[in-house]
């Protein structure tokens, strides 16, 4: 149990243009789900807490009009990175907590995301 | 904010070696995790520690947490090429976790 998939595992888009990735819980419903960004060789940065039916808290430094994110039901969580730029590319990583699992996290296998 | 620093960043053992990995942090955490991330893959959870000084075991893993819960320590016995990746402790911060810079361990076969 405790599946998370991500849409797409990886993106190449132009310069200027808008990326959306899908985080899915499979098997179960999750109020809160998390996206992080990692740059090679380097640690998980959290920059989003995603919460259903509210707006997310971004961490200090993640610019919300950027990384734009819906949490619209219960097994889906949407982080759309608008008007990427190459800096911007970066593994995405969303993760989620299970109901009445404590505070482990179960992460999606990533996505990886390239601007030319 | 909370910060959770971990040592070594890389470390190269020969297969069969030992190898440890430790996180420390300058407040008392509630509890700490730890994550292994396989290369191209992503995290995957592997155990959580909440009591002051335990200590658990999973095969050739032994996870402990200090006595003052501040700092928690991750020991293979006699690694294995599948044990290659990087090894990240992680400390709650109310719903979040706050991650170490992890520690990437590499194995001569």
């Known amino acids: 149990g405790a599946v998370v998939s991500q849409h797409p595992s990886w993106v190449i888009c132009k310069s200027g243009t808008s990326v959306k990735i899908e985080c899915r819980s499979l098997?179960?419903?999750?109020?809160?789900m998390f996206w992080y960004r990692q740059f090679p060789k380097q640690s998980l940065m959290l920059m989003a807490t995603?919460?259903?039916?509210?707006?997310?808290?971004?961490e200090q430094g993640v610019e919300k009009d950027k990384f734009l994110i819906n949490h619209a039901s219960l097994t889906l969580s949407t982080l759309t990175v608008t008007s990427a730029h190459p800096e911007d590319s970066s593994f995405y990583i969303c993760?989620?907590?299970?109901?009445?699992?404590?505070?482990?996290?179960?992460f999606g296998p990533g996505t990886r995301l390239t601007v030319l | 904010g909370q910060q959770v620093m971990q040592i070594p960043q890389y470390q190269h053992v020969q297969e069969g070696e030992d190898f440890t990995t430790y996180c420390n942090s300058s407040?008392?955490?509630?509890?700490i995790q730890w994550y292994k991330q396989r290369p191209g893959g992503h995290p995957v959870f592997l155990i959580q520690?909440?009591?002051?000084?335990e200590v658990k075991k999973q095969k050739r893993l032994t996870f402990q947490f200090g006595e003052a819960k501040k700092n928690s320590s991750l020991h293979i016995t006699a690694t294995q090429t599948t044990d290659v990746g990087t090894y990240f402790c992680?400390?709650?911060?109310?719903?979040?976790?706050?991650f170490g810079q992890g520690t990437r361990l590499t194995i001569n076969p």
């Open positions: 993760s989620a907590m299970v109901p009445g699992g404590g505070d482990t996290q179960y």
């Open positions: 098997d179960f419903q999750a109020t809160t």
């Open positions: 995603s919460n259903e039916g509210s707006k997310a808290t971004y």
């Open positions: 407040t008392t955490l509630s509890n």
């Open positions: 520690l909440v009591k002051s000084g």
């Open positions: 992680a400390a709650s911060r109310s719903w979040e976790l706050v």
